[in-house]
């Protein structure tokens, strides 16, 4: 297991010089730390305790509580604890944490993690200097307020005495921790705001970086999981006597998701399962298909929905507008289809079970496996290692059911491995949804009403049908609320149409269809008021300055309302701050083929994020949405037939390619509010910018995805 | 079961296995070699790409019996303190997102640069364009191969 054995080595090393300012779950085992606070004391949320170990030898060890699945986040939160704590930034290591409550939520996802940690993580930081600065005052016999830290020393300002953390850390660690250390000005940040390279790249080039399916176990066996191709299908009886006598065969076993062989070898056991025999029970969803669906929402859609915002009267505005436009859009299901396909390594025992796994949410995995075997919560061990991609995927359980039952049936440490074509039919999809929109114009081409329906399956109602009991999920209608612009009347509604196909976080979520769909329209009313389409969103923004300062830069920096390169074309589109709370607007340059091909050259993109902890982050967070957010415009869609994914594998289920990458500028518009997220806010504009980027060069309005002329 | 052997990394392995295994799971799960990743055993994505005599193989779909003999360098062995031109100029423009296709990323762009010292934007797209990435690193990989190469990394 090669991620917690080189953790183990280092925790040994550091043991062996000595650990001063010891902290984190070490101090948690050794004592200190449980006098000070207990494990419900809300305080331990931004005590130095959990987050910071510094040992004699001036190491600081940071522990990062989110799991790295590609965002960046083991440099970004260590770079702001090393930040209050005026750490040397070489000296920093960065170490994952266990599943453990003590941490608050370690879930990763949301595009939540420097936003939601960035006070505990200053005040930890911030605490620890604190507690450092007035050892050294002790030691000096000196007021702290002649004292001052800097680069893992405190100085003594009228004398230039130095001393370094390290020999520091034991007896600050004796020191009451300060509750409400004072916090940097950010114009004193040294560290945050820097480019500073990201820790996990040297091993990521190396062939080192241990991700989920990289764990290693004494004993250890690898299993293949048969799932019932069709929604909600279970096993009626299997025949396995031809896979038990395959080579490396070691056992076959019932699971609540289907048979689990395991063997010595991933391919031995993929081989195996392949030489399975089983009948399934298919169940209600044997005979659906995309169609049905599709008919679904296109039915409902006429439905009354339960509404989500309303301001003035639509309808009285609507019938007085001097022009009316309406239009329905509709998207797909969508796959996440991270790269390193699903897995978790789970080892049972009687009193124990430890798991490694690329999760998104560790603690999720913790009661999932507790619940599973009956063990206490504490008797369940959890790794997170690095994230092979996780887009929301990776926040699900399933994989870890399989692995934690498997290995209990078969009384030993398993990997379970699923293949691409697992992966995709397996997944729980980005939904579907319909939008049904309307829009009344004045005389004077600005819109007097707008209304728009969300058609769509909600996730909230699908994992907890009983908390939406009024029909309304206001996760469902994310980004068709609260939109930018100043219009006097508005209704936004939702009808919740819930279908057999699993469904979950996708990246950015439902924004990521409710912006395709009110940009486009955006962009018809526009054309309508024979507007400009950045002028007519720009003069409806004056009740939001901010967002407003957002689209401007955007189209400042893409040259809009200069002619575009010869054959080029421009669209822009506007992604409201949602749930990341962060603005952007992009504007995507395109070309179009003889055959109708859809090439996007160019994306520019604004984004107001505060404080950018780390910008080469942001940029690369911007790179990854867009990609992400293409693939969905371009290429995506998952179809239902005979209640199964027709889709496989990469031939059916394309991906950007290195040659349909654009040329992307980010533009961060400077800041000093606390940071909100990236992870997300990327990727919503980027269809509907290249929709109306194409209706610039066709004159034609796609309002289904993926976008096909 | 045969006895094989290839050189891996430079060094020679013997291996009682089913010539029909992919070699991608001789090197992961026989040789524990955890470098080369799976991604959709088709030889579709390019996550797998080592190097086989030089040229670029997809391991997921290569049966180990088929490279009987030959020599395998996989990013392991690329160099042991990471300073293989490609290696540092992707360390330079930061590449890696999640990382999990870089192995097989820096593997074909190994290769591409033996071949073609000097590649082209069209080079680096014809021989980089089944090698997936979901996190968008792309225009990075595309400098970092220009740098590579700048750097003689073809040699």
Redesign the interface.
């Known amino acids: 297991m090669?991620l917690p054995m080189t953790r183990r080595g280092f925790i040994v090393i550091t043991a062996g010089v000595g650990t001063g300012l010891v902290l984190g779950a070490y101090a948690y085992r050794t004592g200190w730390l449980k006098r000070l606070f207990s494990k419900s004391d809300p305080a331990a949320d931004f005590s130095p305790a959990t987050w910071i170990r510094i040992g004699k030898d001036g190491s600081v060890t940071i522990t990062v509580a989110k799991s790295e699945?590609?965002?960046?986040i083991r440099t970004a939160l260590p770079m702001i604890v090393a930040e209050e704590l005026d750490a040397d930034w070489a000296s920093v290591r960065v170490e994952q944490a266990l599943a453990d409550v003590k941490y608050g939520s370690m879930s990763t996802g949301g595009s939540t993690s420097v936003r939601t940690s960035w006070e505990k993580l200053r005040k930890a930081g911030a605490a620890a200097r604190a507690m450092l600065l007035t050892a050294a005052a002790q030691r000096w016999n000196v007021p702290p307020s002649e004292c001052r830290t800097e680069y893992g020393t405190v100085v003594h300002s009228p004398t230039g005495r130095i001393l370094q953390y390290g020999e520091l850390a034991e007896e600050a660690a004796s020191f009451p921790v300060p509750q409400n250390p004072p916090l940097k000005n950010p114009a004193e940040f040294r560290i945050i705001g820097r480019r500073i390279?990201?820790t996990?790249?040297?091993?990521?080039?190396?062939?080192?970086?241990?991700?989920g399916?990289?764990s290693?176990v004494e004993g250890m066996f690898?299993a293949s999981v048969a799932r019932c191709p069709v929604f909600g299908g279970t096993v009626a009886s299997y025949d396995d006597s031809k896979a038990r006598t395959m080579?490396g065969v070691y056992r076959i076993v019932q699971i609540d998701r289907g048979i689990a062989v395991a063997a010595?070898?991933?391919?031995q056991s993929?081989e195996a399962r392949d030489a399975l025999t089983v009948k399934w029970n298919d169940g209600p969803s044997a005979s659906l298909t995309s169609r049905d669906i599709s008919t679904m929402l296109a039915t409902f859609a006429t439905k009354e929905g339960a509404v989500a915002e309303t301001r003035g009267d639509v309808e009285h505005a609507l019938s007085g507008a001097a022009k009316r436009l309406s239009a329905t859009f509709e998207v797909p299901f969508l796959a996440h289809?991270?790269?390193?396909?699903m897995n978790c390594t789970a080892h049972v025992r009687k009193d124990s079970c430890e798991i490694w796994v690329p999760t998104q949410n560790a603690q999720a995995v913790q009661r999932t496996a507790a619940a599973l075997t009956g063990l206490p919560l504490e008797q369940v061990i959890v790794h997170t290692t690095?994230?092979?991609?996780?887009?929301g995927r990776r926040s699900e359980t399933d994989f870890v059911e399989e692995a934690v039952q498997t290995s209990r049936a078969i009384g030993a440490p398993v990997q379970v491995?699923w293949?691409?074509?697992d992966d995709l039919q397996h997944d729980f999809y980005r939904p579907v949804s319909l939008h049904k929109l309307s829009a009344g114009l004045d005389a004077g081409g600005r819109p007097v009403a707008f209304t728009h329906r969300v058609v769509a399956p909600s996730i909230g109602a699908q994992n907890a049908p009983d908390r939406y009991t009024n029909g309304l999920d206001r996760g469902s209608v994310e980004g068709a609320t609260e939109m930018p612009y100043d219009i006097p009347n508005v209704l936004i509604d939702y009808v919740m149409a819930q279908t057999p196909v699993p469904i979950g976080y996708w990246r950015s979520v439902f924004p990521s269809q409710t912006v395709f769909a009110l940009e486009s329209f955006i962009d018809e009313l526009a054309h309508a008021a024979g507007a400009d389409a950045f002028e007519f969103r720009r003069s409806m923004m004056d009740s939001s300055p901010k967002m407003k300062r957002v689209l401007e830069l955007a189209a400042d920096k893409a040259g809009w309302g200069t002619p575009p390169p010869r054959g080029k074309f421009r669209g822009i589109a506007f992604s409201p701050p949602a749930f990341f709370h962060t603005p952007v607007a992009q504007v995507a340059e395109v070309s179009v083929g003889r055959d109708g091909a859809i090439r996007v050259h160019r994306v520019v993109s604004a984004i107001d994020c505060g404080i950018a902890v780390n910008p080469?982050g942001v940029e690369?967070q911007m790179?990854?949405?867009?990609?992400?957010g293409m693939t969905a415009a371009l290429k995506g869609k998952i179809t239902i037939d005979r209640g199964r994914v027709v889709q496989s594998?990469?031939?059916d289920y394309p991906?950007?390619?290195?040659?349909e990458?654009p040329?992307?500028e980010t533009h961060i518009v400077p800041s000093t509010d606390p940071p909100t997220g990236t992870g997300e806010p990327g990727l919503p504009a980027v269809a509907p910018a290249i929709a109306n980027a194409v209706f610039a060069a066709t004159g034609k309005r796609l309002r289904t995805l993926p976008l096909s002329l | 079961m045969a006895s094989l052997s290839l050189t891996v990394n430079g060094e020679k392995k013997t291996l009682d296995v089913?010539p029909d295994?992919?070699l991608l799971?001789v090197l992961?799960?026989?040789l524990?070699?955890?470098?080369?990743?799976?991604?959709?055993?088709?030889g579709?994505?390019g996550?797998c790409v080592v190097l086989s005599d030089d040229a670029p193989i997809r391991s997921c779909i290569t049966p180990v019996g088929l490279v009987n003999g030959k020599s395998i360098l996989?990013?392991?062995g690329?160099?042991s303190t990471?300073d293989h031109p490609v290696?540092k100029a992707?360390?330079s423009e930061?590449?890696?997102?999640?990382?999990?296709?870089?192995?097989g990323q820096?593997m074909s762009a190994v290769a591409l640069l033996k071949r073609v010292p000097h590649p082209t934007d069209a080079e680096?797209?014809q021989a980089?364009?089944?090698?997936?990435?979901?996190?968008?690193?792309?225009?990075?990989?595309?400098r970092a191969i220009h740098q590579a190469a700048e750097a003689g990394g073809g040699q």
């Not at chain 2, 590449?95 to 192995?103: D, E, F, N």
Request: include cysteine.
């Open positions: 090669t699945m590609g965002q960046g390279p990201r996990d790249t040297p091993d990521k080039v190396d062939g080192h970086a241990a991700f399916i990289d290693r690898f080579p010595k070898t991933t391919w993929f289809a991270t790269m390193e396909p690095l994230l092979g991609g996780g887009f491995v293949t691409r074509e080469t690369a790179e990854s949405g867009i990609a992400y594998n990469f031939d991906l950007l390619t290195i040659g990458m040329a992307i | 089913d295994t992919p799971w992961r799960d026989h524990e070699m955890t470098g080369t990743k799976f991604g959709c055993g088709r579709l994505c996550s996989t990013i392991e690329l160099s990471r290696q992707w360390i930061e590449v890696p997102q999640c990382g999990y296709c870089q192995s820096i680096i797209n980089m364009g089944d090698v997936l990435c979901r996190c968008g690193t792309y225009q990075r990989i595309r």
